[in-house]
């Protein structure tokens, strides 16, 4: 009995010294948008790094796209948020309208401020590890101020609009292309006013202020007129054509739900996501990309995989296609796979 138990405390000695010993590899290598986002510093990055991995790690993100997101069409809903085509860089558009926002029914469902944050947190993840998980993603971020109202300021939204917004500040930084803040109200010069001499240079740099008159020539200035929806002046219709097709209907916006979907099915719905039940497997371009903060291994890095070389990363659009194929092959592999004796 005295062997078993010294040879068990050896072996766990063993696996804590590997776990210990792949935390230090981990954190060894800090993302070059880290490095981006300290202008260099490399002190300054390896400490913001370090903030980052110590979360990832003990809110478990790198398996977050197995765990089911039972609010996650109730959060879509009440708060208009979505991905929807790219820019001329080949980066991905966000859109967030907040002025539309009604969380009445998603806190009705049970949907706590805490839940909103990690929907968001999904989010950020399904984007970095799914719609574009290249070294260099950017996003164009839509802000469209329209209908919004001096008391959304006081509001439960705005609490989960500044948690998240700190979220991607502190764990997701170098992200962002550019931000249009547009159809913003006659009211927000004050606002802005006040708040501009809190926001560091180089953010300042990347945000653009326009009113409802100059909201579409802000977007053309990165964006094509066939990937800007049509309600808000470019050619794109979704779906159906309906007022919100452009929100729920586009392909990037479908192929998230359907994931979501998918995984709520397989956990045995909002039961089984409150049970801790998990999905098998994540998605396929996830699952052979890894990470967004590490780096890939060299045999899986998109520049090699993708015949590109020293070339530059690829874009979100060139990501969409290599998407497509591993999307494709994953399905052909389960269908060709043979059937399970029940």
Known sequence: GGRVLVHVAVLGARAAGAGAEADRRGAAVVPAKFMNGCFGDAVEARRRWDITYRWRRKEEIDALLLKPQPFYHVIKKGYPHFYCGYARSGNLVYYEQSGKVDLSEAEAAGATLDDLVAHYTFLAEFCWRVLDPSAAGKTVSVLDLAGISLAFCRGRAFEFVKRSAALLQEHYPECCQVMLVVNVPSWFALVWKLAKPLVN?????????????????????????????????????FGDGAPDAFRFQNPLEAQIAAYVDAGLAECGGAAGARAGRRRRKAHPVAEAYGCPCHPPPPDRDPRTTNGRGGAPPPTAREFAQERERLVAAAAAAAAAAPAVPG
């Open 201 to 237: 240079e180089v953010t300042l740099k990347k945000i653009r202020i326009v009113g409802a008159a100059d909201t579409l020539s802000a977007l053309q200035e990165f964006i094509d007129d066939d990937q800007i929806p049509a309600e808000y002046g470019g050619t794109a219709v």
